[in-house]
C-alpha cells in the first residue's frame, strides 16, 4: 500500500471489505504535514482500528465515549492553550486536532455536546462519516436513515415502507453556530474531500465536513461497488457536493441533466422493497424531496 | 482580598472566614489548574463563581471551558488531563448521576482529575439540599472520595487528595456537604502559595497524548483476553492509596501543622458507645459528645474522611472495643444496608469483631436538620438494647 497514504492509519485495521472510512481519515489527515491529535467517538472507526494490543493509528488518539467526542475534543482543545499559555508547548508548533464520528454519534447522541464544542468555538475540524444507520451495532435506524430505507429498527414490511421520517439536515444545524467552514463531501469523490480537508485544516476555530460513507453491509450491495454507488449518491442530487464558507454556498459539483433518484436506489438491498408494488408512492416522494433539497441549494449558492 | 459574600475580611492574611465552596476557589487558586470545564448545578456555584472571578482578575492562569453539560465537563476534563494538563471541576447531585458515564472512564483511563463535589441529594423528588446520596451512588467508580467536615477539611483534603491521585493516577472527589459547609462562613487557616505549590509539584504525566514523538493510543477495545487484566491494575492503584495515605498526610502535616489521619477519632479510646458519620455532622457530634462527656458518660466519635478506598483495617482497630455503635448515614439504603453501615460491617468482619452491637441510623434525607438533641437522643439510645434494624432521625 502506499507509504503515504498509510503514514497516520497503518493497514491491518478490521474495517468491514468494501468499506470507506480508511479512505474518508486518511484523505483528510492526509492534507496536512501538522501533527495531528485524533479524538473518536464510538463506532467503527473505533472498534476496528484499536483492538488491545494492537493500533493501526501511528498519531495521537483518543476515544473516550460515544456522545462526547467534541467535548473530549474540547477539553484536548483547553489543555493545548492551558500548555502554551505555560510555555510546555513552543509557540510555533502546531497542533490539529481533528476528530472522527459516524452519523450516530454526530447526528444523533453526540449532537449536543457537538453543538456546545460549535458554539464555544474551540479549535477543531470535525468530521462525520455518515453511513446512514448505527452500523457497529448491525443497522438500526439513526436520524440520518434516509425516508424509506429498511433497517434493522424500521423493517420493512406488510405494513411499512421502511423509515418513515425523514433525514435530519445536520449541515443547516451545524451551520447555524456561525462556523467558518462547513462542507458537504463524498469518499467516492477523493479529490474534492481532500480540497475540502486541506482548506478546513488549514483554519482555526470550529470546522466541519460531513462525508457519505456507503457501507456495504447496511445499503447491501456488493463490496466492489462502493465507489459507484457513492458518485450515483451525487450524480442523483441525492447527496450534494457544497461548502459553507465565511457566509457563503458554494456548489461543487452540478449537472444539466441528474441521474433519476431511483438509479441510485436500485442498486441498494435497503431500498428494494420501494420497487414493490404499492410502494410507488415512496419513491415519488423521494424524488420530489431530493429535487426540493437541490432548489433550496441552488437558491442559497446563487445569494 | 475580595469582599464578597463567600468571603470575610480578616486581619490575618493567613486567616480567614471562607465558605466552604470559597474555600474550594482559594485551593484552586493555590494550585493553578491548567483546565477547568464547569457546569453550573446549584449548590456547587460558588466554587465556580468564586474562581471564575479569580481568572479574570489574573490570580489564576487557567482556561475555562463553560461546557453545556456535566457529561460534557466531565468529557472535555477526560481530554484536558489525557493531553497532560491538570484538570479539575465541581459538580453535585443530578450533575455528579449525568457525568456518571464518564467517571469510570477517567479512573479507567487512570486520569487524576480532582473533583469537587457538594453533595446533595438526587431526584425523584427533586430537592436541592445536602445529603450523600450523589456521591454514594458513584461510591464505585474508581473515585477516591473524601469527606470533609468544614471549610478547613476542604481546603485541607484538596492538596492530599491531588498528591494521592497524581500518586495513583486514580481521579478524586474532595466532598463537602451541600450548603451546610459549601455555603456556610467558617474560620480556617491557608497555607503560603509557594508552600502549596512545593507540596503538590509539577504534573508530570506519565503517559501524554501529546507527545507527538510517541504516539498513543488512548481508550482502545479491550476484549476479554485483557480487560480483566487493566481492572487488575486499577484495584491495585486503589488499593495503593490506602499505604501512601500516611506518608503524604505526614507531609502535609510538615507545612500546615494540621494532623490528617485517615479518619478521625474523637473520645473514642476508651468510649463505650460511639457514633460513626460523615461530613459536616461530625461537628454536630463532637459538641454532644463534649457535653456528654462532661456528665461523665463515656461517648465517642468516629469521623470518616477517606471513604474510597475504605481503610477497613484502621477503622476495625479504632472500634474493636467499643461496645455500642451508632453508624449514621446520610443516604437512602433502597434495599441494601446503608453504605457507611455496611462498610462498618466489613470492617469489623475482618478483624472478627463479634462482640458489639452495631445500629444504623438513617438522617438529614434532602438537607432534613439534624441537631445536638438527635445526636445525644442517639447516645442515649444506644444504653438500651433494640430490635429495631434500621432507626431515622427526625422523620415526621
Redesign the interface.
Known amino acids: 500500500m502506499n507509504k503515504q497514504l498509510t503514514k497516520k492509519l497503518a493497514p491491518g485495521h478490521a474495517t468491514c471489505a468494501g468499506c470507506g472510512i480508511p479512505a474518508i481519515v486518511r484523505t483528510v489527515l492526509g492534507a496536512t504535514d501538522d501533527?495531528v491529535?485524533v479524538?473518536n467517538a464510538t463506532g467503527c472507526l473505533?472498534?476496528t482500528s484499536?483492538?488491545?494490543?494492537y493500533?493501526a493509528?501511528?498519531?495521537?488518539?483518543?476515544?473516550?465515549?460515544f456522545?462526547?467526542a467534541a467535548?473530549?475534543?474540547?477539553?484536548?482543545d483547553?489543555?493545548?492553550?492551558?500548555?502554551r499559555?505555560?510555555s510546555?508547548?513552543p509557540a510555533d508548533k502546531k497542533?490539529k486536532i481533528v476528530v472522527f464520528g459516524g452519523d450516530g454519534g454526530t447526528y444523533d447522541i453526540g449532537l449536543?455536546?457537538f453543538?456546545?464544542?460549535l458554539?464555544?468555538g474551540h479549535d477543531f475540524l470535525y468530521v462525520c462519516y455518515d453511513n446512514g444507520a448505527y452500523m457497529n451495532t448491525g443497522g438500526q435506524r439513526s436520524g440520518a436513515t434516509p425516508y424509506g430505507a429498511d433497517t434493522e429498527t424500521t423493517p420493512a414490511g406488510k405494513n411499512s415502507f421502511g423509515k418513515k421520517e425523514k433525514r435530519k439536515d445536520l449541515m443547516s444545524i451545524v451551520i447555524a453556530h456561525h462556523l467558518k467552514y462547513a462542507a458537504q463531501a463524498n469518499v467516492a469523490y477523493l479529490t474534492d474531500l481532500k480540497m475540502k480537508a486541506k482548506k478546513a485544516l488549514e483554519m482555526e476555530g470550529p470546522r466541519f465536513l460531513l462525508v457519505l460513507q456507503p457501507c456495504t453491509n447496511l445499503w447491501k450491495y456488493p463490496t466492489s461497488e462502493y465507489v459507484r454507488i457513492g458518485k450515483l449518491a451525487t450524480e442523483t442530487n441525492f447527496w450534494p457536493l457544497y461548502e459553507f464558507e465565511n457566509g457563503k454556498y458554494k456548489i461543487n459539483w452540478a449537472t444539466e441533466n441528474p441521474k433519476p433518484l431511483e438509479e441510485f436506489l436500485k442498486t441498494q438491498g435497503r431500498f428494494k422493497h420501494l420497487f414493490k408494488p404499492g410502494n410507488e408512492k415512496v419513491i415519488e416522494e423521494m424524488q420530489k424531496a431530493v429535487d426540493e433539497e437541490w432548489r433550496r441549494l441552488v437558491n442559497l449558492a446563487e445569494i | 482580598m475580595r469582599d464578597d459574600k463567600n468571603r470575610v475580611m480578616n486581619l490575618n492574611k493567613n486567616n480567614l472566614a471562607l465558605t466552604g465552596g470559597a474555600a474550594a476557589a482559594e485551593a484552586l487558586k493555590q494550585i493553578n489548574p491548567?483546565?477547568m470545564?464547569v457546569y453550573p448545578i446549584t449548590p456547587q456555584t460558588p466554587i465556580i463563581e468564586v474562581f471564575a472571578k479569580m481568572v479574570a482578575d489574573g490570580e489564576a492562569?487557567?482556561?475555562m471551558?463553560?461546557?453545556?453539560?456535566e457529561?460534557?465537563a466531565m468529557?472535555?476534563?477526560?481530554?484536558?488531563?489525557?493531553?497532560?494538563?491538570r484538570?479539575m471541576t465541581a459538580s453535585s447531585s443530578q450533575g455528579i448521576m449525568l457525568m456518571s458515564?464518564?467517571l469510570p472512564?477517567a479512573s479507567g483511563m487512570r486520569l487524576p482529575i480532582l473533583m469537587f463535589v457538594s453533595a446533595r441529594a438526587i431526584s425523584a423528588p427533586i430537592n436541592i439540599h445536602g445529603d450523600h446520596e450523589d456521591v454514594m451512588a458513584v461510591r464505585d467508580l474508581g473515585w477516591i472520595q473524601f469527606f470533609s467536615e468544614n471549610s478547613q477539611e476542604v481546603y485541607d483534603n484538596t492538596f492530599i487528595a491531588l498528591k494521592l491521585a497524581e500518586k495513583a493516577r486514580m481521579p478524586a472527589m474532595v466532598i463537602m456537604d451541600g450548603f451546610l459547609t459549601s455555603h456556610s462562613v467558617e474560620n480556617l487557616e491557608i497555607l503560603e502559595t509557594p508552600l502549596v505549590r512545593k507540596f503538590i509539584g509539577e504534573y508530570e504525566p506519565k503517559n501524554n497524548?501529546?507527545?507527538?514523538e510517541n504516539?498513543?493510543?488512548?481508550?482502545?477495545?479491550?476484549?476479554p483476553n485483557?480487560f480483566f487484566e487493566f481492572k487488575r491494575q486499577q484495584i491495585e492503584a486503589m488499593n495503593g492509596v490506602l499505604t501512601e495515605y500516611e506518608n503524604v498526610a505526614e507531609e502535609y502535616e510538615k507545612i500546615s501543622g494540621r494532623n490528617h489521619d485517615i479518619f478521625e477519632s474523637y473520645q473514642l479510646d476508651d468510649a463505650e458507645r460511639a457514633i460513626v458519620v460523615a461530613g459536616s455532622t461530625a461537628g454536630t457530634v463532637k459538641v454532644a459528645v463534649d457535653e456528654l462527656r462532661e456528665q461523665g458518660e463515656k461517648v465517642g466519635l468516629l469521623k470518616i474522611k477517606l471513604f474510597r478506598p475504605f481503610p477497613y483495617q484502621q477503622i476495625a482497630e479504632a472500634l474493636k472495643n467499643v461496645k455500642n455503635i451508632a453508624v449514621l448515614d446520610r443516604t437512602v439504603p433502597l434495599g441494601s444496608n446503608a453504605p457507611i453501615f455496611s462498610e462498618i460491617i466489613n470492617s469489623l468482619f475482618e478483624l472478627k469483631i463479634s462482640n458489639c452491637q452495631l445500629h444504623s441510623y438513617i438522617y438529614g434525607l434532602g438537607g432534613r436538620e439534624i441537631f445536638k438533641e438527635d445526636i445525644k437522643k442517639v447516645f442515649d439510645d444506644l444504653k438500651s438494647e433494640s430490635k429495631e434494624k434500621v432507626k431515622y432521625i427526625g422523620l415526621k
Open positions: 501533527p491529535v479524538v473505533e472498534v484499536t483492538l488491545y494490543p493500533s493509528w501511528k498519531v495521537p488518539w483518543i476515544h473516550n465515549a456522545e462526547n467535548a473530549t475534543a474540547a477539553g484536548v483547553g489543555a493545548v492553550k492551558a500548555l499559555k505555560k510546555k508547548i497542533i449536543q455536546s453543538s456546545g464544542a458554539e464555544r | 491548567d483546565v470545564p492562569a487557567t482556561v471551558i463553560e461546557v453545556e453539560s457529561h460534557s468529557s472535555a476534563a477526560v481530554g484536558a488531563q489525557a493531553a497532560g494538563a484538570a458515564e464518564i472512564i497524548l501529546l507527545d507527538m504516539p498513543m493510543t488512548f481508550g482502545p477495545v479491550s476484549l485483557s
